[in-house]
Structures are given as C-alpha cells and as structure tokens.
C-alpha cells in the first residue's frame, strides 16, 4: 500500500517562504512524476507544479519564477520551495505521485499567507 506523508505547510506573511515535503513508501515499483497541487477555499483543486523521473520540471503560471520543485529519488521524496509567497497562495496543498498506472495523492497540508 503507497502512502505518502506530506509536511512543512503553516502561516507565513506575505513575502516569506515555505519548503513543502511529501515522502512515498510501500511501492514496489519506481516512481514516474511527482507534483504539487492545490485547493484555495472555496475553489476547485489546481495544478501547481510537477516534476519527471528525469528531471524536467513544469509550473503553473502562478508560481512560476516564486516555486520550485525538486525531488530525492533515493528518498522517495519531493520538495516544494515556496519563495514569495502572496495571499492567494493560501490553500490546502497536496502531494500526487505516479506510479504507473495509478495516481497518489497525499492527505493535503495547509499553507496560510497573510497580508
């Protein structure tokens, strides 16, 4: 059973920086790509930013040039560094995994950015 285990959200200001964490385990099988969701209140979940097993990196327009992404292959386990950060970042923000053929999404972590 894949489960993964999400940390690092909370409150912040504007303008400061946060670094998410999501760490997968019980797979037998290699990770494809993984990623970064996110639901602001009262709004549908959205694409923030994913990463593939090779390396190359993709961002919603929101984020980009503020988020960047990473992962530790060794460790299962991939980063999201938060720089910048507006209000309108404020959501629940989720972990998702490929391993091929099925999706995994983690069990959300809130980040909050005040004005």
């Known amino acids: 059973q894949v489960q993964l285990v999400e940390s690092g959200g909370g409150l912040v200001q504007a303008g400061g920086s946060l670094r998410l964490s999501c760490a997968a385990s019980?797979?037998?099988?290699?990770?494809?790509?993984m990623g970064w969701y996110r639901q602001p209140p009262g709004k549908q979940r959205e694409f923030v930013a994913r990463i593939d097993s090779g390396g190359d990196s993709y961002y919603s327009d929101s984020v980009k040039g503020r988020f960047t992404i990473s992962r530790d292959n060794a460790k299962n386990t991939v980063y999201l560094q938060m720089n910048s950060l507006k209000p309108e970042d404020t959501a629940v923000y989720y972990c998702?995994?490929?391993?091929?053929?099925?999706?995994?999404w983690g069990q959300g972590t809130q980040v909050t950015v005040s004005s």
């Open positions: 019980g797979s037998r099988f290699s990770i494809n790509a």
């Open positions: 998702n995994v490929q391993i091929i053929p099925q999706n995994y």
